[in-house]
């Protein structure tokens, strides 16, 4: 799986582009190595682009993922986005990570393109909108 994080000082944002097969362990690491970027760089929001890649989880994966992104929290306040391929089955996995995150109070949002996603996290909380049509919501 080839990663970077890429760290906009302007926008803010820590950007990680992901290709491969995205297993159990290798998302638990991406989302550890975000944690540690994000303790580096407090103020700045996360945007995680997973379109390259091809998944190999099931529901206890997802459980064990979740659980990461909840380590996260304990001091992290700021806006996290995903980008997904726009597939079914995906579609499916993303609906529970959204509902847990939210769940734990995580700003935190799902989209099928970069653009929109960009967009979402440089927009201010009192501009915040009803998700977009390029988001991932209910079906």
Request: hydrophobic share 45%.
């Amino acid at each position: 799986m080839a990663t970077v994080i890429e760290v906009d000082r302007e926008k803010k944002i820590l950007y990680r582009k992901v290709s491969g097969v995205l297993q159990t362990d290798t998302y638990k690491g991406l989302i550890s190595e975000l944690s540690s970027a994000a303790k580096v760089h407090r103020n700045f929001d996360i945007l995680v682009d997973l379109r390259r890649t091809v998944a190999a989880i099931g529901m206890i994966d997802l459980m064990a993922i979740v659980s990461a992104w909840s380590r996260l929290g304990a001091h992290y306040c700021r806006k996290i986005a995903v980008i997904i391929p726009e597939v079914e089955e995906r579609y499916q996995s993303a609906q529970i990570i959204r509902a847990y995150m939210e769940a734990q109070g995580f700003r935190f949002r799902q989209f099928f393109d970069l653009d929109t996603a960009s967009k979402w996290l440089i927009e201010s909380e009192s501009s915040y909108q009803s998700p977009a049509r390029h988001e991932v919501m209910n079906r």
